[in-house]
Nanobody
Framework: QVQLVESGGGLVQAGDSLRLSCAAS????MGWFRQALGKEREFVGAINWSGNMILYADSVQGRFSISRDNAKNTVYLQMNSLKPEDTAVYYC?????????????????WGQGTQVTVSS
């Protein structure tokens, strides 16, 4: 089991930026998901171990970017041009596989989540 710890959430205004971090040891593909109040948890983006395979949800494409620093065992979600509809609890998740996927069920371990609130 992988221990995942997210950080970096907060309250920002529309148009601002935030960077989330997820500390995770091991050779895992990593995903970011989010869950807004009253909604299903949805895929945001994912990156494989080497960083040469990255997927994004259409809703964040061009505004969010994922990267990782394997020397620091950390994955990042850079969120720019934030919108009120980006408000959610953001979770990082680990997958013991080389291929990234968008399916929640493909990920084995989850962090506790960090709240991101974007005011208009």
């Amino acid at each position: 089991q992988v221990q995942l710890v997210e950080s970096g959430g907060g309250l920002v205004q529309a148009g601002d930026s935030l960077r989330l971090s997820c500390a995770a040891s091991g050779r895992y593909s990593m995903g970011w998901f989010r869950q807004a109040l009253g909604k299903e948890r949805e895929f945001v983006g994912a990156i494989n171990w080497s960083g040469n395979m990255i997927l994004y949800a259409d809703s964040v494409q061009g505004r969010f970017s994922i990267s990782r620093d394997n020397a620091k065992n950390t994955v990042y979600l850079q969120m720019n041009s934030l919108k009120p509809e980006d408000t959610a609890v953001y979770y990082c998740a680990a997958r013991n596989g080389a291929v990234v996927t968008t399916m929640r069920s493909d990920y084995d371990d989850w962090g506790q989540g960090t709240q991101v609130t974007v005011s208009s």
